[in-house]
């Protein structure tokens, strides 16, 4: 499909292509309705393909933030272990602790990932219901190795894997089944390229029976809710019905890519800029395990992260500032969802230009 170069890449939400948009001036339907079961029946097979999983995937109409809430809720009784390396991971630890559940955690500076022995230690020193942490973790543009992290829990526990993919699923590899994730969650705005307003979820059988012996589930944070609704054809409030239709939509335009071709383009658009970052004074902020999908990179000497920002957005371009205690010294490039190298192309002259002038 022919569409004008992306000049939006902000690491979530997205750029979102115009049919799908257009997709949610559909008519309302009831959410009860047969043509509301149609549309989930249309959806519902097109997510597991994506999670890399023979089971189901449910779909909540939140941010991510609540499912990360409802994955502790539902499934740990006693002690989580949060792994954090950034802003959205420990924001899950400090949703445990909102919970009043017992949280441990193990922490390495921003711009490190998670070390899998580190974890292994740790199993051995204690028991735990589940295990915690973000795959890609957007605000230092880090990715951890969730399958080694969660080989190491399944060899030394019987605590759950939990994995925030908000930022990677459908545009870098996750395995759900072969990696043995017990559960997933990952938003629409990021690289599915759909507006923000739902998450998607799967839930791996151990993690169900798990959740069965949890007492205080909650209401909307009750993950098994879903599943019941899930298998009956539904949601399991009024849902965001004309976001569902966007993302039946732009979900096709996944599977019609194919989901390792996406993959691919992904690793062929981080190639680039870590090709150009080398040639222009860029440097990356992680020094290893970057993310595929955002690059947090610091501007060369004596030019301002916030300067480019800005000058970009005047002339009509959008990236992300730096998350948190980085905000006035990094730039994050989104590239995931619909970003091709030919549209990152175009980005990178343009800071080009914008750095020869500042400098
Ligand atoms: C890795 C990660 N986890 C969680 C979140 C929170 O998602 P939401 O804003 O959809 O609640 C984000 C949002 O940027 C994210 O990047």
Not at 23 to 33: K, P, T, Y
Not at 326 to 333: G, H, Q, T
Not at 338 to 346: A, I, K, S
Request: hydrophobic share 45%.
């Amino acid at each position: 499909m022919s569409r004008d170069p992306i000049k939006f890449f902000l690491p979530g939400p997205t750029f979102v292509r115009l049919d799908v948009r257009e997709a949610m001036l559909a008519d309302l339907i009831g959410h009860r309705s047969d043509a509301m079961g149609e549309l989930y029946a249309s959806i519902a097979p097109k997510l597991p393909p994506i999670f890399r999983t023979t089971g189901d995937v449910y779909i909540a109409t939140s941010s991510s933030t609540l499912v990360m809430q409802g994955a502790i809720a539902s499934t740990v009784g006693n002690r989580v272990l949060h792994l954090i390396c950034g802003a959205f991971s420990q924001r899950w630890y400090d949703i445990s602790v909102s919970l009043g559940i017992e949280a441990d955690k193990i922490e390495v500076p921003l711009g490190e990932a998670i070390d899998p022995e580190v974890v292994r230690q740790a199993l051995r020193r204690n028991s735990y219901d589940a295990v915690a942490f973000a795959h890609n973790e957007t605000s230092a543009g880090v990715m951890n190795s969730a399958s080694e992290i969660s080989a190491v829990v399944h060899e030394e526990s019987d605590a759950l894997v939990l994995v925030d993919a908000v930022s990677s699923m459908a545009g870098i590899e996750v395995e759900v089944d072969e990696w043995g994730l017990d559960v997933t969650l990952s938003g629409t705005q990021k690289a599915f390229s759909i507006p923000p307003g739902l998450t998607f979820f799967h839930l791996s059988d151990r993690a169900i029976a798990q959740a069965e012996g949890v007492s205080k589930r909650g209401f909307y944070t009750d993950l098994l809710r879903y599943r019941d609704k899930h298998l009956a054809g539904g949601t399991i409030t009024t849902p965001a019905i004309s976001t569902i239709y966007a993302a039946d939509v732009q979900l096709g335009h996944i599977l019609d890519e194919g989901i390792e071709n996406r993959w691919a383009r992904h690793h062929a658009c981080h190639a680039r800029v870590t090709e150009w970052a080398a040639g222009t004074g860029f440097s990356f902020f992680p020094a290893s395990h970057r993310s595929p999908t955002v690059s947090c990179l610091l501007p060369p000497e004596g030019v301002s992260a916030l300067a480019i920002v800005s000058a970009l957005a005047q002339r009509g371009w959008t990236i992300g500032t730096g998350y948190g205690p980085m905000k006035p010294d990094a730039i994050r490039i989104g590239h995931m969802g619909e970003v091709t190298v030919d549209d990152l192309n175009g980005l990178l002259l343009v800071i080009d230009q914008i750095v020869a002038e500042l400098s």
